[in-house]
């Protein structure tokens, strides 16, 4: 287990003359079966410095597509998207590793491109690493990347960028599906990634999957036991309508958000804002 614990960090808040590194890869490999991991998805420099205070990993996440841009799915979501949203992450934390997710297109077709949009994301924005959905069929590239110096977090179990094969965002939570689950998850491990988030799948198979595997399982609507957990910022905090079984509100932004603008729409319409010490005197 690392030295560096969830604990000091917090001290490191409470005291700010505290010193807290910076998260590193090797770093976060090393704790697999230790302090649990702290990681939330963020895609603007302000969220990511609130994170950051607190959090191990800060994920630039291609659900960026449809919690800040309003598609339907992360289908749609550009390496341009990713590499504004990373630049902004990475600007805004200084603590945390930095990891941005490679989009849907932008890694598939062969190792050879998905090192060039890679290493495009990695000098464009400064992040530590990248994170790219898929299994056994993606271990070749991961091997690839990670032997030229890209750190890769891979992702398995629930894919939401192969939400048309899948027929939608399916959990596994079928015996008959684990076995290839788990097969996905050696693979990507023996290819060098550095950690796997493991995605919609029932505890009783995350569990048999967390414990196999010697690189952190990071879960999300997974199970309690693997090494750390993921959510989107923006569930979290209350400000997404829709509120999958994973997702638990810790927050109700929404709601503060709305009576906020509510009252600014009142006081405009009455003309009370701006007040007296809203504006300038004059010279
Ligand atoms: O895109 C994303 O935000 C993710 C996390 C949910 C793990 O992949």
Redesign the pocket.
């Given at each position: 287990m690392s030295s560096e614990s969830t604990i000091s960090k917090r001290a490191a808040i409470a005291d700010p003359g505290t010193k807290r590194q910076r998260m590193s890869v090797p770093r976060f490999t090393a704790r697999k079966g230790g302090a649990p991991l702290v990681c939330l998805?963020s895609y603007t420099a302000h969220v990511a410095a609130i994170c950051d205070e607190v959090c191990d990993l800060l994920?630039v996440?291609?659900?960026?597509g449809m919690v800040i841009h309003g598609m339907e799915n992360?289908l749609g979501v550009t390496l341009e998207h990713m590499i504004m949203h990373g630049q902004a992450v990475v600007r805004g934390a200084d603590k945390a590793l930095v990891v941005v997710?490679m989009p849907f297109g932008s890694f598939e077709e062969s190792p050879e491109i998905a090192f060039r949009n890679a290493a495009r994301v990695v000098k464009e924005t400064g992040c530590h690493a990248v994170?790219l959905?898929g299994g056994v069929e993606m271990a070749p590239t991961i091997r690839h990347l990670t032997r030229r110096g890209i750190p890769v977090m891979a992702?398995v179990g629930l894919m939401?960028q192969a939400m048309n094969t899948a027929g939608g965002f399916k959990a596994v939570r079928d015996e008959g599906q684990f076995e290839a689950v788990v097969a996905d998850a050696r693979a990507v491990e023996d290819a060098g990634a550095f950690s796997v988030?493991v995605?919609g799948v029932a505890p009783a198979l995350a569990d048999r999957r967390h414990g196999a595997l010697s690189i952190p399982t990071?879960g999300?609507g997974a199970s309690a036991d693997c090494d750390g957990q993921?959510?989107?910022f923006e569930d979290m905090v209350g400000l997404m309508p829709r509120v999958p079984t994973f997702v638990k509100r810790y927050g109700t932004m929404e709601e503060m958000m709305r009576a906020a603008v509510g009252q600014y729409a009142e006081e405009v319409t009455a003309r009370t804002f701006p007040a007296e010490e809203h504006t300038y005197r004059r010279k």
């Open positions: 998805t994920l996440g291609d659900s960026l992360t997710d994170k959905e992702h939401p988030v995605e990071i999300i993921i959510l989107v």
